[in-house]
């Protein structure tokens, strides 16, 4: 895996088929940035995938549908205060969210994101690894450079996805 990654290893607790995946970085971008990004249908679009219908707020219909030939997942939105946290509940990924924190004076913000699912070890590896190369597309969506899903390879992901199958 490159050493030069923004995003530090996720990790995982499992009870059984029952796992919670978790990230935790710190973006040099302020919080209203990091929120459209993880709470619009426009920032969603640039990093992870196109939020269509999007309904903010508690309750709200989202159906996600993945830009790199990922699947189509309906669901709710199913926590919300704005600018601090954007849960979404979604077939076939489960319940994730983002909680954001400013720091650095405003300058910086403080990124958690959680992801509770059911599966296998093969879907844990899945998920460390999707999320994972997700929140790096997310670095660079901040840095304005979203991502043109038309070149998207598998390469990365397959990368990602051996290194956490060699962590202990």
Not at 81 to 103: N, Q
């Amino acid at each position: 895996m490159s050493t030069d990654s923004p995003v530090p290893y996720g990790t995982v607790r499992t009870s059984g088929e029952a796992h919670t995946i978790h990230f935790e970085l710190r973006l040099a971008h302020p919080l209203e940035s990091a929120w459209a990004a993880v709470a619009t249908p426009g920032g969603l679009r640039g990093w992870l995938a196109a939020a269509d219908p999007f309904e903010p707020g508690p309750g709200g219909a989202v159906t996600l549908r993945w830009l790199n030939g990922g699947v189509t997942a309906p669901g709710r939105i199913t926590a919300w205060h704005k600018r601090r946290l954007a849960e979404y509940t979604v077939d076939v990924h489960g319940v994730f969210g983002f909680a954001l924190e400013s720091v650095d004076h405003g300058a910086g913000t403080r990124l958690s994101l959680s992801n509770d699912f059911t599966g296998d070890g093969e879907a844990t590896l899945d998920q460390l690894a999707g999320w994972h190369q997700h929140l790096e597309l997310l670095c660079e969506e901040l840095e304005g450079h979203p991502t043109d899903w038309t070149a998207w390879t598998s390469d990365r992901f397959a990368a990602l996805r051996s290194a956490y199958a060699g962590r202990p």
